[in-house]
């Protein structure tokens, strides 16, 4: 257990923050589950419209410092590449 005043506020803003966190972590993997599902579906136009809102997820999170700016670009880059690969076999 923390001994003086300055550790216990590090204690609570620490889980305050992990919280935040996994909130944030946790919308982007849904989103994301769902994007790959309606990839594998192949159910493009769906995706097409459910894109904006995972990049929106993953673009906040990097900005607020969830995730880092290069893995939030390596993320997007990923799902984008898959939409794209789709959209190519389809025409």
């Known amino acids: 257990m923390a001994n003086t005043k300055s550790a216990i506020k590090r ?3 620490s ?8 909130v944030r972590l946790g919308k ?3 989103y994301t589950k ?4 309606l990839i594998k579906e192949n ?3 769906e995706a097409k419209k ?3 809102e995972v990049i929106s997820a ?3 999170a990097a900005q607020k410092g969830t995730l880092h700016k290069n893995t939030a670009a390596r ?3 990923k799902l984008m590449k898959l939409l794209k690969e789709k959209l190519a076999v389809k025409s």
């Not at 889980?15 to 996994?22: A, D, Y």
Request: charged content about 45%; aromatic content about 6%; glycine content about 0%.
């Open 11 to 13: 204690i609570k803003i």
């Open 15 to 22: 889980e305050r923050n992990r919280i935040r966190n996994r």
């Open 28 to 30: 982007i993997k849904f």
């Open 34 to 37: 769902q994007f790959l599902n």
């Open 43 to 45: 159910k493009i136009e």
């Open 50 to 52: 459910l894109l904006p």
């Open 58 to 60: 993953i673009d906040k």
């Open 75 to 77: 993320k997007k880059s």
